[in-house]
C-alpha cells in the first residue's frame, strides 16, 4: 500500500509537470484552478478534519488574500509579494476574527463565521475608495517572478504562470502534511475528539483552536492571492458565502478524515462542473443533486472508499 | 505530613441545591484516599471543583499552599493535578499509542511542534511505551481505541490521566460498569500504581468492597457536606455513615 502510495503520487506530479508540453492553455487554466482550490480546502479541512470545527466563512480570508494581493499587484509589480502579502491578510484578519469565533464550538461557531465571512463581503461592496466596490480591482497585471538581482521570469505565458502556481502548492501543500502528522497535528485530533481530555493533558484548547484557525486563514489567502494574476480582477462575490461552501462541498466530496480528500474533491469539482457546463446554464442543480449522490455513496468520502473498500478487493484478486 | 490540597469553604449551588456546602478538606501527599457518598452527595461535584471542570461559587483551593482556586484546567494540570472521568472520556478514533502520545507530548513539552512528524520524536514515544506497560496494553497499541472493550477503555484513560505524571491524581468510579475480572484487573492494577509512583490517588467510588480493601482514608459525603472522615475501620463503625446508608444496611452487616 505505501510503496503504490509514493508511486501514485510520484507519477501525479510528472504527470503535473510535463502537464503543458501537451495541455492547451484551457486545461492549464483548469488546472490552476483546482489547485488553488486544492489549497484553499486543505487549510479548510485542518478545521473541519482534523480540528473539528465547521467554519463557513472561509471566502472571507481568500478574499483578504486576493485584495491584498491585488492591492500590491497594482503597485509593486512582484508576484512573490503579492503572495506573501495575501498570504499575510488571510493569516491575520483569521488571527483577529478567530479570536472572537474560537470561544464557541458547534453551530455556534459555524455562525460566527458565516457572519464575519459576510462582513468582509459587505466590507469589499461598500468601501469602494479601497476595493472598488462592485466594480472591484481590475487591471491586475501579471507581474513577472522577481527576486531583485538574481532572476526575473515572465508570467504571461500561462505555462509560467502555471508552473509558479504549481510549485507554491505544491510546497504549501508538503507543509500542510507535515503539520497534520506533527505532535500540534495530533493534539488537534485530539481536541476533535474530546477536548476535555485533551484539557486535561495541560493543553489551552482555545489557543490551539484559535492556531489551527490562523492557519486555515493563512492557506485561505495563499489561495486568494494566486488568483488575481490568473483573472486579472478581483471582485466582491469571492468573500460570498456560497463561496464559503465550495471548500465545505469539495472535502465533503473526498473525505474529511484523509489528508487528501480536499484535493480529490477539488479535482472531481472541476471536472463535474465542466461537464455539466457545457449543457445546461443551470449546473448549479445538477452540480448539487450530484454531490449529494454521491457523498451518500462514498460514505466518508470518495478517498476512504478506494483506500478501505476497493483497495482490499483488489489485494485479495 | 504536609498537605498536598487544602479547601477553605468550598462552596458549589446549583439552584438551590447544595451540591458543595462550606466544604473543608485536606488531602495528604502519599494518603490512598477514597470519596464515597449515597447519588447525589457531591461527590463528581467535588472533584470538578477541585480539578477545574466547573468553578466554585466561593470558597478557596490550595495546591502546594498555591491558590488554584479560578485557575482554568490546563493549567492545574501543569501543576500536577489529573483526573479520570466517570464516563468514558477517551480518543475513540485515535489508535491506544496516539491516545497516550497526546498528553505525553504536552507534558514533555513537544505540543507545538509542527513539523517534526510525531513518530521521530523518540524521547516522547519511549515514555509512551513505558505507560503502556505500565497498564498493559502494549499489545493493543494500534488499535482504534473506539473498538476496545469496555475494561481496556478504562485502563486506557487511567493511562491518560497519569500521562501527565500528576502529583494528585482523581480517579471518578475507575470501575464503574465492569465485570468482577475487569474489576479485579483495574484494582490491582491502581494498587500497583499508587505504590510505584509518586503519584496520590483519590478515587470516588459506589463499591464498598473497593473502597475498604483499597483505601488508607474514607471521607463519607452528604448533601455537599463531609459526614465523616478517617481510617475504614473508623467509617465501619460511624453511625452516621451507616443512618446515610439506610437501606443498605444488610451490605454493611456483612462487612
Known amino acids: 500500500m505505501k510503496n503504490f502510495k509514493n508511486l501514485l503520487l510520484i507519477a501525479l506530479i510528472l504527470f503535473l509537470l510535463l502537464l503543458p508540453t501537451f495541455a492547451g492553455k484551457y486545461l492549464l487554466y483548469m488546472t490552476i484552478n483546482i489547485l488553488i482550490l486544492s489549497v484553499f480546502?486543505?487549510?479548510?479541512?485542518?478545521?473541519?478534519?482534523?480540528?473539528?470545527?465547521?467554519?463557513?466563512?472561509?471566502?472571507?480570508?481568500?478574499?483578504?488574500?486576493?485584495?491584498?494581493?491585488?492591492?500590491?499587484?497594482l503597485v509593486i509589480p512582484s508576484l512573490l509579494l503579492g503572495a506573501i502579502a495575501g498570504m499575510a491578510a488571510g493569516g491575520v484578519s483569521a488571527l483577529i476574527l478567530g479570536y472572537l469565533c474560537v470561544r464557541h464550538t458547534r453551530i455556534y461557531f459555524s455562525m460566527l463565521t458565516l457572519s464575519f465571512g459576510m462582513m468582509i463581503y459587505s466590507l469589499a461592496w461598500k468601501w469602494r475608495d479601497v476595493t472598488g466596490g462592485d466594480d472591484g480591482l481590475v487591471g491586475i497585471p501579471r507581474a513577472p517572478f522577481e527576486i531583485p538581482g538574481i532572476l526575473t521570469i515572465n508570467m504571461n505565458p500561462m505555462e509560467n504562470y502555471y508552473y509558479f502556481v504549481l510549485v507554491i502548492s505544491l510546497i504549501a501543500i508538503f507543509i500542510l502534511y507535515r503539520i497534520v502528522n506533527s505532535p500540534f497535528g495530533l493534539t488537534l485530533k485530539g481536541i476533535r475528539d474530546s477536548e476535555n481530555r485533551v484539557a486535561f493533558a495541560g493543553i489551552s484548547i482555545r489557543n490551539y483552536r484559535l492556531l489551527s484557525f490562523t492557519f486555515a486563514g493563512l492557506y485561505a489567502g495563499l489561495a486568494g492571492s494566486l488568483l488575481p494574476p490568473l483573472e486579472n480582477t478581483v471582485t466582491p462575490p469571492l468573500a460570498h458565502w456560497t463561496h464559503s461552501a465550495e471548500p465545505v462541498m469539495v472535502t465533503l466530496l473526498g473525505g474529511i478524515h484523509t489528508f487528501s480528500g480536499p484535493i480529490v474533491g477539488s479535482i472531481l469539482f472541476y471536472l463535474i462542473k465542466d461537464i455539466i457546463v457545457r449543457y445546461t446554464q443551470y449546473w448549479l442543480i445538477w452540480f448539487g443533486s450530484i454531490v449529494v449522490f454521491l457523498v451518500l455513496i462514498f460514505r466518508g468520502g470518495v478517498v476512504i472508499f478506494f483506500t478501505e473498500r476497493v483497495w482490499p478487493l483488489l489485494k485479495r484478486t | 505530613m504536609a498537605d498536598l490540597l487544602r479547601t477553605e469553604k468550598l462552596r458549589k449551588y446549583f439552584g438551590v441545591v447544595s451540591a458543595a456546602d462550606d466544604i473543608d478538606l485536606q488531602i495528604e501527599e502519599g494518603v490512598l484516599t477514597s470519596?464515597?457518598?449515597?447519588?447525589?452527595?457531591?461527590?463528581?461535584?467535588?472533584?470538578?471543583?477541585?480539578?477545574?471542570?466547573?468553578?466554585a461559587d466561593s470558597g478557596k483551593v490550595f495546591f502546594c499552599d498555591e491558590n488554584i482556586t479560578y485557575l482554568p484546567i490546563h493549567k492545574r494540570v501543569k501543576k500536577g493535578?489529573?483526573?479520570?472521568?466517570?464516563?468514558?472520556?477517551?480518543?475513540?478514533?485515535?489508535?491506544?499509542?496516539?491516545?497516550?502520545?497526546?498528553p505525553i507530548l504536552s507534558f514533555m513539552n513537544r505540543s507545538l511542534r509542527f513539523i517534526k512528524p510525531v513518530y521521530r520524536h523518540t524521547d516522547v514515544n519511549d515514555r509512551v511505551e513505558k505507560l503502556l506497560k505500565e497498564v498493559g496494553l502494549m499489545d493493543k497499541r494500534d488499535l482504534p481505541a473506539g473498538t476496545l472493550s469496555h475494561g481496556d477503555q478504562r485502563l486506557l484513560e487511567i493511562g491518560l490521566a497519569m500521562a501527565p505524571d500528576p502529583r494528585l491524581l482523581f480517579l471518578d468510579e475507575p470501575t464503574a460498569g465492569m465485570n468482577p475480572v475487569e474489576r479485579v484487573k483495574i484494582l490491582q492494577n491502581i494498587r500497583r500504581l499508587s505504590r510505584e509512583r509518586q503519584s496520590t490517588f483519590v478515587i470516588v467510588e459506589h463499591d464498598m468492597d473497593i473502597v475498604f480493601s483499597l483505601s488508607d482514608r474514607i471521607i463519607v459525603l452528604h448533601r455537599g457536606q463531609i459526614l465523616a472522615d478517617g481510617k475504614p475501620e473508623e467509617i465501619q463503625q460511624n453511625e452516621d455513615v451507616r443512618r446515610v446508608y439506610l437501606g443498605e444496611e444488610l451490605f454493611w452487616d456483612k462487612l
Not at chain 1, 470545527?53 to 471566502?59: I, R
Not at chain 2, 470519596?35 to 468553578?55: D, E, F, H, S, V
Not at chain 2, 483526573?83 to 478514533?93: A, E, G, H, L, Y
Open chain 1, 41 to 73: 480546502a486543505l487549510g479548510f479541512n485542518l478545521l473541519l478534519g482534523y480540528t473539528g470545527l465547521l467554519s463557513f466563512g472561509q471566502a472571507g480570508f481568500f478574499a483578504m488574500g486576493a485584495y491584498a494581493s491585488g492591492k500590491i499587484l
Open chain 2, 35 to 55: 470519596i464515597i457518598g449515597p447519588n447525589g452527595a457531591g461527590k463528581t461535584t467535588l472533584i470538578n471543583l477541585l480539578t477545574g471542570n466547573i468553578l
Open chain 2, 81 to 102: 493535578i489529573c483526573r479520570s472521568f466517570q464516563i468514558m472520556n477517551i480518543f475513540p478514533k485515535l489508535t491506544v499509542l496516539e491516545n497516550l502520545q497526546i
